[in-house]
């Protein structure tokens, strides 16, 4: 699917990739509960994350052709994103560590959590990062009204996700006894949502400024501050992506 440049096809686009995360993220739920295939978990979870990557991430701009006046907010836009996802490569791997650590811990057993929750909180979160792709190509196009009103279901989403998990998935599990000093299950599922739900966080910070300074005007054609909050929420969506299988759904629940 290529990538265009018109309004309209860009959020025809949006659609049709949240279509396809939606569908996946439905197909590894009905593989954990009827063969937990690890492999096909594992695919299927690649091919969400370059999905987010490629189509909500727009990671093929860092090979866009930047020359020319160094003061122009082209050249600047530019050196800002590469700087941004040296940022996020370097983030990643805090993330990547964790994600060894849950399996050298637990390898292929997991945490016996709520399976209708985690699917309800991925689910809000996929669609956060829907909507934040919306609010993106709104102002990209002028349109500030959109921008406005789709950043602030984001937000609203955003925070819908992080009471879920923190309010709500942390008290269900310390309820059945699942705490960060119960063994290697609560350790690594505390770290790896805790750390997530840190950047969820910073996310909604993030989410909140661009926002502010939306509805101040401060947005027009140049609105690199809002491509950067985009980008760095689909990160948070893609570490998800792969941490909802990992906690899950892999392996047998540790009963």
Do not use: C
Not at 2 to 25: C, E, P, R
Not at 200 to 224: M, P, S
Request: hydrophobic fraction near 55%; charge should be neutral; aromatic fraction near 14%.
């Amino acid at each position: 699917m290529a990538h265009k440049q018109d309004k309209a096809s860009m959020l025809n686009q949006g659609v049709f990739i949240f279509v396809y995360l939606a569908v996946l993220t439905v197909l590894e739920f009905l593989v954990a509960a009827s063969f937990n295939s690890t492999a096909v978990l594992i695919a299927v979870a690649l091919v969400k994350g370059a999905l987010v990557v490629y189509y909500y991430m727009h990671v093929y701009k860092l090979s866009a052709d930047h020359e020319g006046d160094h003061n122009s907010y082209e050249y600047k836009s530019g050196t800002n994103r590469l700087g941004l996802w040296l940022f996020l490569i370097s983030d990643a791997f805090v993330f990547g560590g964790l994600l060894v650590m849950r399996m050298n811990l637990l390898g292929l057993t997991r945490p016996n959590l709520n399976q209708l929750l985690g699917l309800g909180v991925t689910s809000i979160l996929l669609i956060s990062s829907f909507f934040m792709n919306r609010g993106e190509t709104m102002i990209a196009h002028g349109d500030r009204k959109g921008f406005l009103n789709n950043t602030l279901v984001t937000f609203l989403l955003g925070l819908g996700f992080l009471i879920g998990v923190v309010f709500v998935e942390w008290r269900l599990a310390a309820h059945e006894g699942l705490t960060p000093s119960s063994g290697a299950a609560g350790a690594a599922f505390y770290m790896m949502t805790g750390m997530h739900a840190f950047h969820v966080l910073t996310g909604l910070v993030f989410l909140a400024i661009v926002w502010i300074n939306g509805r101040r005007g401060l947005y027009d054609e140049k609105h690199y501050p809002v491509e950067a909050a985009a980008v760095y929420w689909h990160f948070v969506d893609v570490v998800w992506i792969v941490f909802y299988p990992a906690l899950y759904l892999v392996g047998t629940a540790i009963v």
